[in-house]
């Protein structure tokens, strides 16, 4: 049985002020995998907020090299240094902002593994591209080039997010979500954790995880307050 994660990706937000509501959600943690992914700064301070706890922190991204002239980088033995076990790697606003590669993501993602972190790696389709019918060919592309071989259930999660479902509360159907789901099982075979992230609220969260191969979400807006992600994690334990 794939692993059930509810994780929580702050992007760039949150300062300290923010750390209490770390250590809110990491008390309602346990029944299934918690993670957040803080903003790099506070990666050191939320690992302390979870400590004695089930929760787990990780990074939002990592340079494929471990160290050097790489001005405003961040290596992944650099987040595990701070306490992240975990990173997410080839998010679509790192692939859209800073010009990421399935190469460069395949990269990040042995980068996470040397560091002993379980890479949460992110494909997903642009709307055009679903409106041209090329969802499934899109997502299969993503993963030839972007997940290294010699991936397994321990050292990576997959996580779906249609692009144009991320951050613009409109999530995909769970039709959408399923037909996706279905077909990447049949890639990375029965014990890898899927994903589904794009606009997931407590509200929608039951009717996604009921679904067969959805093992969980990656969940950005809603994953800043607990009162909002606390309820996301238990609508899946
Ligand atoms: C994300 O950024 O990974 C995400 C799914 O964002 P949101 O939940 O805000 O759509």
New binding site residues.
């Given amino acids: 049985m794939p692993q059930k994660i509810a994780a929580g ?1 702050w ?1 760039m937000n949150g300062t300290l002020e923010a750390v209490p509501e770390a250590g809110a959600i990491a008390a309602a943690s346990g029944a299934v995998e918690t993670i957040l992914c803080p903003p790099a700064t506070l990666i050191g301070p939320l690992t302390l907020a979870a400590q004695g706890t089930d929760l787990r922190i990780g990074g939002q991204s990592c340079h494929p090299a471990a160290s050097g002239a790489h001005t405003g980088d961040i290596s992944a033995a650099m987040l595990a240094d701070a306490g992240a076990t975990y990173c997410i790697t080839g ?1 679509s606003e790192r692939r859209a902002d800073h010009g990421e590669s399935d190469d460069d993501v395949r990269a990040q993602t042995e980068a996470a593994w040397a560091a002993g972190l379980r890479a949460i790696l992110c494909i997903g389709e642009t709307l055009e591209q679903r409106e041209a019918g090329e969802t499934l060919d899109v997502l299969t592309a993503q993963l030839e080039g972007s997940l290294p071989g010699g991936a397994t259930e321990e050292n990576t999660i997959i996580a779906y ?1 249609p692009v144009w ?3 613009t509360g409109k999530v995909a159907s769970p039709d959408q979500v399923a037909e996706v789901h279905d077909a990447l099982r049949d890639h990375v075979g029965p014990e890898m954790s899927l994903l589904y ?4 609220k407590a509200g929608n969260a039951a009717e996604l995880f009921a679904l067969t191969n959805v093992d969980g979400a ?5 994953s800043l307050k607990a009162a909002d992600f606390v309820p996301i994690v238990e609508a899946l334990a």
């Fill in positions: 990706n992007k998010h997010e479902a991320i951050g992230g794009g606009s997931v990656l969940v950005g807006g809603a």
